[in-house]
T-cell receptor, first 116, second 114 residues
Framework: AQTVTQSQPEMSVQEAETVTLSCTYDTSESDYYLFWYKQPPSRQMILVIRQEAYKQQNATENRFSVNFQKAAKSFSLKISDSQLGDAAMYFCAYRSGLGATNKLIFGTGTLLAVQP | EPEVTQTPSHQVTQMGQEVILRCVPISNHLYFYWYRQILGQKVEFLVSFYNNEISEKSEIFDDQFSVERPDGSNFTLKIRSTKLEDSAMYFC????????????FGDGTRLSIL
């Protein structure tokens, strides 16, 4: 069974600085998708970024980028130029690409605080 | 931007009572999901729904749970006889498809069982 591990329960970053959130996963599959979701205090989980395992190029969305290391099964999220609005719980999630299942498997989350 | 909406935001129910949680998925989405998050724990998959039937369910989704799409817009999760351990945040999600299309989540319903 696939598992997702986020080893940092809490992180803190100064406004305008860069922070990296860690995520590792375990799978025997070769085709899968990885996601980072953000959950602000307002509770709605918002998709931040998505990575397809067959793509070697790291995904980027504005200030958010990932470091996808397939061999190491690592999928870290880098937030550049951190803003106060980035403060939230961040969840890493895995989805199989085999088509038999669409469920997301989540990590336990990292609570990010942004200091002014 | 279209959103998944859930009602109510908070539901308080006596143990043993039935509860229905409601969701309106994004209108052109075909796949629907329920997840739950017990306080302090991971978000866990409950069930997925496509073409008016359950396509997958987890071990958590036992006989006390059911889902329904009663009309063209709503997607509901019913818990027949609530237990204390059903207290959690319940999230509805929807997606256009399954080939990497992301799931979009609602705000969640906090269910408190007394």
């Amino acid at each position: 069974a696939q598992t997702v591990t986020q080893s940092q329960p809490e992180m803190s970053v100064q406004e305008a600085e860069t922070v990296t959130l860690s995520c590792t996963y375990d799978t025997s599959e070769s085709d899968y998708y990885l996601f980072w979701y953000k959950q602000p205090p307002s509770r709605q989980m918002i998709l931040v970024i998505r990575q397809e395992a067959y793509k070697q190029q790291n995904a980027t969305e504005n200030r958010f980028s990932v470091n996808f290391q397939k061999a190491a099964k690592s999928f870290s999220l880098k937030i550049s130029d951190s803003q106060l609005g980035d403060a939230a719980m961040y969840f890493c999630a895995y989805r199989s690409g085999l088509g038999a299942t669409n469920k997301l498997i989540f990590g336990t989350g990292t609570l990010l605080a942004v200091q002014p | 931007e279209p959103e998944v909406t859930q009602t109510p935001s908070h539901q308080v129910t006596q143990m043993g009572q039935e509860v229905i949680l409601r969701c309106v998925p994004i209108s052109n989405h075909l796949y629907f999901y329920w997840y739950r998050q017990i306080l302090g724990q991971k978000v866990e998959f409950l069930v997925s729904f496509y073409n008016n039937e359950i396509s997958e369910k987890s071990e958590i989704f036992d006989d006390q749970f059911s889902v329904e799409r009663p009309d063209g817009s709503n997607f509901t999760l019913k818990i027949r006889s609530t237990k204390l351990e059903d207290s959690a945040m319940y999230f509805c999600a929807s997606s256009e498809g399954t080939m990497g299309q992301p799931q979009h989540f609602g705000d969640g319903t906090r269910l408190s069982i007394l």
